[in-house]
């Protein structure tokens, strides 16, 4: 089972990164994903989740408005598209695979059994 993220980098405020979660080893289709996050100094995050469908959404009330999640309609990916970045929204990105969508990072800690490396986003002011 291999969770690989991408598209993190170096932005300014007011910019956009896509970030990309490649699947494999695994039945992509039958899974929620979603996307966590660590700031420096701080503990997990959630941000984001998608049903196994990509019907259902859900997101932060801190990222709301601002980021996309979306599941590839052909390949095993899920994706982050992040919008208005914000200084605050510097983190270590992960995303996660788990049997069904949940709000909670801790819950996810917990029940998730399948968790990337993750990508780096780095606002700057």
């Known amino acids: 089972v291999q969770l690989v993220e991408s598209g993190g980098g170096l932005v300014q405020a007011g910019g956009s990164l896509r970030l990309s979660c490649a699947a494999s080893?695994?039945?992509?289709?039958?899974?929620?994903m979603s996307w966590v996050r660590q700031a420096p100094g701080k503990g997990l995050e959630w941000v984001s989740a998608?049903?196994?469908?990509?019907?259902?959404?859900s997101y932060a009330d801190s990222v709301k408005g601002r980021f996309i999640i979306s599941r590839g309609s052909s390949k095993n990916t899920v994706y982050l598209q992040m919008n208005s970045l914000k200084p605050e929204d510097t983190a270590f990105y992960f995303c996660?695979?788990?049997?069904?969508?949940?709000?909670?990072?801790?819950?996810?800690?917990?029940?998730?059994?399948?968790w990337g490396q993750g990508t780096q986003v780095t606002v700057s002011s």
């Open positions: 996660a695979a788990g049997r069904r969508p949940i709000t909670s990072a801790t819950m996810m800690e917990t029940s998730y059994p399948y």
């Open positions: 080893g695994f039945t992509f289709s039958s899974y929620a």
């Open positions: 998608i049903n196994s469908g990509g019907g259902s959404t």
